[in-house]
């Protein structure tokens, strides 16, 4: 009998009376060898001056796409966002560690796939799991690796949470950063504290707003505002205000003085009475104030100060 070869892994089936002389280096060279590639093999891709590769299967004998991980190095000529790499169309998982040596121009971006199916993007730098079903490519996700759902995950300490390792765990979050960095989107800590280290500071910074006949204040820029009034001016009602929002508004007298402003009816006092500015030549007041509502703004003003 003529032999055949496993589905997925290539491996070699030898028939009934096949290779009588060589029975057991075909089922160590065909069978054994690459069933340990396909567990453990760490082989490398070289990407040369195109920005697709296609991995070749063979039958019976070893290859680079039976092997467990994959690095893929090499500097791609050419601007590629994406470097395609081809996959067997055979159920398998292979964990991608994307070694591509940055092109400045480009992200670098090594795509996982199959010739027809969809595939998936592995960043430069990173390590990804990816699984294919034969057709597709996808990745592992949250739910799978226990972390719960991407809204909400669950890092507990029930027996279906995250156990405990050690202080550098996902327990404990840490962001290290050597620069200005801007994380974006809502912080929300329902239980607990946010503390800040003794070396370190926290601060919102100053905004400064145009000089207008009519300033509108948009909340969604900070928290600290500025402006320096060269004529007799209104605080409009502020945009994009929230409840629990809370700063000042510093109200900087030009170089001539007594200039005044008005209060939009969002504004509220003390009493109900608006408050005066200081009218020497720049003169410094505060404006302290807290968001009730999206339409109310409790303020109270410190004047004065030279």
């Known amino acids: ?54 991995l070749s299967a063979v039958d019976g ?107 550098n765990d996902l327990r404990y979050p840490r962001v290290s950063v050597t620069a200005n960095t801007t994380l974006r989107g809502d912080l929300n800590i329902e239980a607990g504290s946010l503390k800040v280290g003794t070396s370190a500071r926290a601060y919102n910074p100053i905004t400064t707003l145009t000089d207008a006949a009519s300033i509108v204040v948009d909340f969604a820029l900070g928290n600290n505002f500025l402006v320096t009034i060269g004529g007799n001016r209104t605080l409009a009602a502020p945009s994009n205000a929230v409840a629990g929002q809370t700063g000042q508004i510093y109200v900087i007298q030009d170089s001539t003085g007594s200039r005044t402003l008005a209060y939009n009816s969002a504004y509220q006092f003390v009493s109900g009475a608006s408050p005066t500015l200081s009218t020497g030549a720049a003169d410094v007041d505060i404006l302290l104030y807290s968001t009730r509502s999206s339409t109310t703004i409790d303020a109270a003003l410190l004047k004065n100060f030279d």
């Not at 790499?85 to 090594?110: G, L």
């Not at 730098?125 to 995950?153: H, K, M, Q, W, Y």
């Open 1 to 54: 009998m003529t032999s055949t070869f496993t589905s997925s892994l290539r491996l070699t089936k030898q028939g009934d009376g096949d290779n009588p002389n060589s029975w057991g280096v075909v089922l160590n060279d065909g069978v054994i060898s690459l069933v340990d590639d396909a567990i453990a093999a760490y082989t490398t891709v070289e990407i040369g001056s195109a920005a697709t590769v296609t």
């Open 61 to 167: 004998s070893g290859d680079v796409p039976r092997s467990a991980f994959l690095e893929v190095k090499g500097s791609v000529g050419g601007s590629h966002d994406t470097i395609t790499m081809i996959i067997p169309s055979q159920s398998k998982s292979y964990v991608i560690n994307n070694k591509v040596s940055a092109n400045t121009t480009a992200s670098d971006v090594v795509k996982i796939k199959t010739a027809s199916g969809t595939g998936y993007n592995i960043p430069l730098g990173a390590i990804g799991l990816v699984v294919c079903d034969g057709t597709s490519v996808f990745p592992t996700n949250a739910v799978g690796l226990g972390l719960g759902t991407a809204a909400s995950a669950d890092l507990g300490t029930g027996a279906d949470n995250v156990a405990v390792v050690s202080a």
